[in-house]
């Protein structure tokens, strides 16, 4: 039996990876809305033990319209990540390396977090979404 069920995981496994769920670069596979985003949004981690997301105007978000947004993140440093969490999202860059990456997402009402994975209970953030245009 223990055989058997070795040979299912495996199996299972492999057709994860084969579909594309190995990809480290990326934690979620919605993807992008199509339409005119409301705004981008600047994500910043690093260097030192900081994490933010602000406005285009350099304000920190701390509410938002429901709607697509674009988010530019930039991960600035090989110990820390952004990992952005909320309903339907689940976004991350890598810890072990620095990348500045570019996403669009719907945000839906509701509360969202960021936080570096590494360092959550001080390194973190969070903003809500209400409905409305």
């Avoid at 299972?12 to 949004?41: I, M, N, Q, R, Y």
């Avoid at 994490?51 to 304000?59: A, D, V």
């Avoid at 072990?96 to 590494?118: I, K, N, Q, S």
């Amino acid at each position: 039996m223990r055989g058997r069920r070795a040979a299912y995981v495996a199996l299972a496994v492999a057709a994860l990876a084969l579909a594309g769920c190995g990809d480290s670069t990326k934690s979620s596979a919605t993807e992008a809305p199509t339409g005119k985003p409301k705004a981008t949004l600047k994500g910043t981690v690093g260097p030192g033990a900081t994490i933010s997301l602000k406005t285009e105007g350099g304000k920190p978000v701390k509410t938002l319209v429901s709607g697509i947004y674009v988010f530019e993140v930039d991960d600035l440093s090989e110990s820390h990540n952004f990992h952005l969490t909320g309903p339907g999202i689940d976004e991350k860059t890598l810890i072990e390396a620095t990348a500045t990456d570019r996403f669009t997402r719907t945000l839906e009402p509701g509360r969202y977090t960021f936080v570096c994975d590494a360092h959550e209970d001080s390194m973190h953030g969070s903003f809500t979404v209400s409905g409305g245009s």
